[in-house]
């Protein structure tokens, strides 16, 4: 498929870090190693190993922001499964769902390792204790916004992923391999989805330009505040839980879509996208970061809705949490 080559690179990056897992776990640091001592050799800190109060705080912030995410992530694209304009797009928009599902429950898991529980966390969602991404707070108004959500938005979220394939916390890591292998597929379809689109009748192709026109400064901002604003990065990288700031990865993403818009024959919605031959990047403009701190702090258009649905779907889950643990607990009495 054309287009994706940057997406390609993508996804050979998660390959090596994968392999630099795997070597991690072989090599073996003399005795008992520190935390710091692991840090600076580059290898994973585990379940069980000392670590300082503000790491694990730290990290159960962001992985269950993460997690929340990918929950929430769900309803957006959810809202078009009884929409889609055809069996084939329909099968892969359920896949892709039940994916953000998945990721989700790995996520919570990586979280649990850090000594929270899964019932904290939910509740941290469900009460607004814990965020989850700006970028979900948007709504999706057309048929073309599945593929503008493909390609925007897990695009932006891999190219901040591929980099937590080399987190320092083991499990993390771990659990980011499989994701953005999985978030390269999601971004695919979505290219490939709104390609489609834009090659089709001016109806379909403006449907699309206005999906792109939406979608693209919202995704520019799913990298956080400006790295001057930015409170976590500095301790974040010296941990080397992030590996690259804020606006790196903002820059990254840019550049990776310009190409892409070409082939595409849709117009990023930025007078201003220029090539800066000094710098050897686009340049861009900024997105609103008022605007991201109002979504943040739930001011967005659709924050009030998505909370409330799924307030609503855990209570209807109740019966099967309920006969979940009657389940378990009958088949731990029959082992005893
Ligand atoms: N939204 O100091 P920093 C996906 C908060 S998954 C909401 O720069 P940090 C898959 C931040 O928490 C998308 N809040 O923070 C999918 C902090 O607040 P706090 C989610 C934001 O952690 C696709 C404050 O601002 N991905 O898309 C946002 O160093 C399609 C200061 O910020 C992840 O979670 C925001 N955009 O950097 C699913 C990736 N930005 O907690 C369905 C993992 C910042 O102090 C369909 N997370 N904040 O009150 C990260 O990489 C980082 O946490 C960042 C933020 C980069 C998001």
Redesign the pocket.
Known sequence: MPGVAGAERLLGEVEEAEAALREAAERELDGEASFDAVIAADQKIEPRDAMPDAYRA?LI???A??AH??I???Q??GNWISRAPSLRRKAILLA??QD?AG?GLYLYAAAETLGVSRQELDTALLTGK???????NYPTLSWADMGA??WL??G??IV??VP?CRCSYGPYARAMIR?CKE?SF?QRQGYQSLYVLAQGTPAQRAMAQDAVDRWWYPSL?????P?A?????AQ?MAWK??RFS?DE?RQRFVDMCVPQAEILGLTLPDPDLTWNEQRGHYDYTAPDFEE??R??KGDGPCNRQRMAHRNRAHEEGAWVREAAAAYAEKNRKAVA
């Not at 901002?221 to 505040?225: L, Q, T, V």
Request: proline share 4%; aromatic share 6%; charged share 20%.
């Open positions: 730290g912030r962001q992985i922001q993460h995410s990918e929430i992530g769900m957006p694209e892709k769902v953000e990721h814990q965020k989850y991404s700006s970028i979900f959500i493909g938005v897990d932006a979220a901040n992923q937590l994701v978030e999601h901002a799913m990298f956080g505040p790295d604003d930015s409170t976590h990065s974040s839980v992030k804020n990865l991201l701190m979504v943040v």
